[in-house]
């Protein structure tokens, strides 16, 4: 009798167990390659080049670079955003001032924040931006413009913000109103609440945090 094609159970068990390792992995490795792509044309789209600042305004520069990520930008004096970056309206540097930016599902990095030179900007909304980190918020808190403009500021389901993040933004001064949402890096909420009390104690604080 030829033993050569019998296989036994354990055999073809640890068959398929490789077979399940190496689809796995090569899974694994697609969705990284795929993740590294993204990385890379996000910072791109983040890039800042300071001649075209120059050029065109830091409220030009700052709509381009928002738009190329996926946000939306609403200027003073108009209810309309404007979220198409070839229907960007065109005219003196000084007549369109952006008022409120919306980053909603958009890639925006702390490269990029080089662009927010801006005087008049007064809300800003982070929602499911997955590259908001703590040095963003802590960076956009030490802009001296924005901590004579901002009023209000919403951050929702940005996974990668903590405690420090949120914290860093009572140097906001003026800042009305501020919306905290699903944001599983935020630990210790009370901490939180306290600071804001004693730092800014006329905002308004809104949280919906587990």
């Given at each position: 009798m030829d033993f050569t094609n019998i296989v036994s159970p354990s055999s073809s068990c640890e068959v398929k167990?490789?077979?399940?390792?190496?689809?796995?992995?090569?899974?694994?490795?697609?969705?990284?390659v795929?993740?590294?792509?993204?990385?890379?044309?996000?910072?791109?789209?983040?890039?800042?080049?300071?001649?075209?600042?120059?050029?065109?305004?830091p409220d030009r520069a700052a709509s381009e670079w928002l738009l190329r990520c996926g946000a939306v930008v609403r200027y003073h004096g108009q209810e309309r955003w404007q979220k198409d970056y070839n229907h960007l309206p065109t005219g003196p540097l000084d007549k369109y001032k952006i008022q409120a930016i919306d980053a909603t599902d958009s890639?925006?990095?702390?490269?990029?924040?080089?662009?927010?030179?801006l005087q008049h900007v007064e809300k800003i909304r982070l929602c499911k931006c997955h590259y908001i980190e703590d040095d963003c918020l802590e960076r956009l808190s030490q802009l001296g413009n924005l901590q004579k403009s901002m009023l209000e500021m919403e951050i929702i389901s940005c996974?990668?913000?903590?405690?420090?993040?949120?914290?860093?933004?009572?140097?906001?001064r003026n800042l009305k109103y501020l919306f905290l949402s699903d944001l599983p890096g935020i630990k210790e909420k009370e901490k939180i609440v306290q600071a804001f009390k004693t730092s800014l104690?006329?905002?308004?604080l809104k949280l919906d945090l587990k």
């Open positions: 167990s490789g077979c399940y390792s190496v689809f796995t992995l090569v899974n694994t490795v697609k969705k990284l795929t993740i590294v792509k993204a990385t890379c044309l996000c910072s791109l789209a983040n890039r800042v080049d300071h001649e075209r600042i120059r050029d065109v305004g890639c925006i990095m702390s490269i990029g924040f080089d662009h927010m030179g996974g990668n913000v903590t405690d420090k993040g949120i914290i860093a933004l009572h140097h906001l104690p006329s905002l308004e």
